[in-house]
Nanobody, 124 residues
């Protein structure tokens, strides 16, 4: 069992930056592939970025490529999402998720543990 707690969301203006953090409990954080997802009102949950257990492999949705960076610090049991050049369409609740299997997945259905989410609102 692992518990995930996101932080770092907020209200910003278009063009601003935010860094989200997701702190995980337990001693096996390095065994989990991790992902960031988001869900806007009236829409389904979509992948934003994902990272392998070691951090050597990453994936980004086309909509955030070049603007967002996912990283992890296994010593601190934390995964990050650096978001630059934010746009109003990035407004959503952002969730981090952990997958017990080693391979990165882009499907929310394949993640086993979820945080409670953090709201990101980008005004124009």
């Amino acid at each position: 069992q692992v518990q995930l707690v996101e932080s770092g969301g907020g209200l910003v203006q278009a063009g601003d930056s935010l860094r989200l953090s997701c702190a995980a409990s337990g001693r096996t954080f390095s065994m989990y592939a991790m992902g960031w997802f988001r869900q806007a009102p009236g829409k389904g949950r979509e992948v934003v970025a994902a990272i392998s257990r070691s951090g050597s492999s990453t994936y980004y949705a086309d909509s955030v490529k070049g603007r967002f960076t996912i990283s992890r610090d296994n010593a601190k049991n934390t995964v990050y999402l650096q978001m630059n050049s934010l746009k109003p369409e990035d407004t959503a609740v952002y969730y981090c998720a952990a997958r017990t299997r080693p391979v990165v997945s882009l499907s929310p259905d394949e993640y086993d543990y979820w945080g409670q989410g953090t709201q990101v609102t980008v005004s124009s």
